[in-house]
């Protein structure tokens, strides 16, 4: 079985500093592991994935995760906020053969110029 | 090409009516699946399709709900007398997938519509 834990409903930045959004992860086989953001009113966009090729995953918008297997986490950094970042973002978790996802219960972004 | 396309974007209903939904996926995914947002939560699965096949149905999904893609294209998700505890964005998702584990490009990724949101009164 696979689930993610999110630590942090809600968390505020500000502008220009460092992005830390924690996802651990339990799963009983290799993972796949992703981030997405949300909008509001909007779907989802994907950000990074995680598919065993490398530990240090670099995804859109200047985002990157390092998938740590002993810590059984995700988290997800960004060097430098900035105010369009602004938004939901969930941790997902699949099987690796790729079925349905399990998310996270979402972090909500804030930040402040 | 377009993306995965849902309609409607809205849907105000009265308790007790049905209502369709329908999700056109990425031309070439083979997978196509629902999920189901409230407020404040993440999206939670409720069934996937491989082409015209549904494959996997969560628990959430009661008898009230249907899914069908016929021919492995566009889907439809239908829920019969809907109740307030219906009210929540659906959310349609699709994905090219193959076996193998994937190292790099596009594969065993979903790609999310825009949701439909619910409002039963």
């Known amino acids: 079985a696979q689930s993610v834990t999110q630590l942090g409903s809600h968390v505020s930045v500000s502008e220009g500093a460092l992005v830390l959004l924690r996802c651990n992860y339990s799963s009983s086989v290799p993972p796949y592991l992703f981030w997405y953001v949300q909008y509001p009113n909007q779907g989802l966009q994907l950000l990074l994935k995680?598919?065993?090729?490398?530990?240090l995953v670099k995804g859109i918008n200047g985002f990157e995760a390092e998938f740590k297997k002993s810590e059984t986490s995700f988290h997800l950094t960004k060097p430098s906020a900035h105010m369009s970042d602004a938004a939901e973002y969930f941790c997902a978790v699949s099987a690796n053969t790729g079925n349905q996802f399990y998310f996270g219960t979402g972090t909500s972004l804030t930040v402040i110029p | 090409d377009t993306g995965v396309s849902q309609d409607p974007r809205h849907k105000i209903t009265k308790r007790g009516q049905n209502v369709t939904f329908r999700c056109d996926p990425i031309s070439e995914h083979n997978r196509l699946y629902w999920y189901r947002q409230t407020l404040g939560q993440g999206p939670e699965f409720l069934t996937y399709?491989?082409?015209?096949?549904?494959?996997?149905k969560s628990r959430l999904l009661s008898d009230r709900f249907s899914a069908e893609r016929p021919k492995g294209s566009f889907s439809t998700l239908e829920i019969q007398r809907t109740e307030q505890g219906d009210s929540a964005m659906y959310l349609c998702a699709s994905s090219k997938q193959d076996r193998h584990r994937d190292s790099g490009g596009t594969r065993n990724e979903q790609y999310f519509g825009p949701g439909t949101r619910l409002t039963v009164t």
């Open positions: 399709f491989q082409n015209e096949a549904q494959l996997e």
């Open positions: 995680y598919t065993s090729a490398a530990t």
